[in-house]
C-alpha cells in the first residue's frame, strides 16, 4: 500500500496475517477501540518515520503513524 491509498481500512471481519501486514506496512500492534473494534497499527510507524495518521490519531487521542486497519 503506498502513501495514496486509504489511511484508515475498515473490515468486517479480521484478515489474514498477511493482509494486515501489507496495509500497516510491517509489524503491527492491536489496540481495541470502545466500540468493540480493533484497530491494527504498524508497531514502529514512529520509528520509520511514517506519515502521522491524523483520522486515526483523533480516533484513539493518541498520536498514530501510517495505514490502520479498523476491524468490527
Known amino acids: 500500500m503506498?502513501?495514496?491509498?486509504?489511511?484508515?481500512?475498515y473490515f468486517?471481519?479480521?484478515?489474514d496475517f498477511e493482509i494486515i501486514q501489507k496495509i500497516?506496512?510491517?509489524y503491527f500492534t492491536?489496540?481495541?477501540l470502545p466500540?468493540?473494534?480493533l484497530m491494527y497499527v504498524?508497531?514502529?510507524g514512529e520509528l520509520k518515520k511514517l506519515k502521522k495518521n491524523e483520522k486515526a490519531s483523533e480516533i484513539?487521542?493518541?498520536?498514530?503513524?501510517?495505514n490502520v486497519l479498523i476491524v468490527g
Open 30 to 32: 492491536i489496540i481495541s
Open 35 to 37: 466500540n468493540n473494534k
Open 24 to 26: 500497516v506496512n510491517g
Open 60 to 66: 484513539i487521542n493518541y498520536p498514530i503513524y501510517g
Open 12 to 15: 468486517t471481519n479480521e484478515p
Open 42 to 44: 504498524n508497531e514502529e
Open 2 to 9: 503506498n502513501n495514496k491509498e486509504k489511511e484508515i481500512v
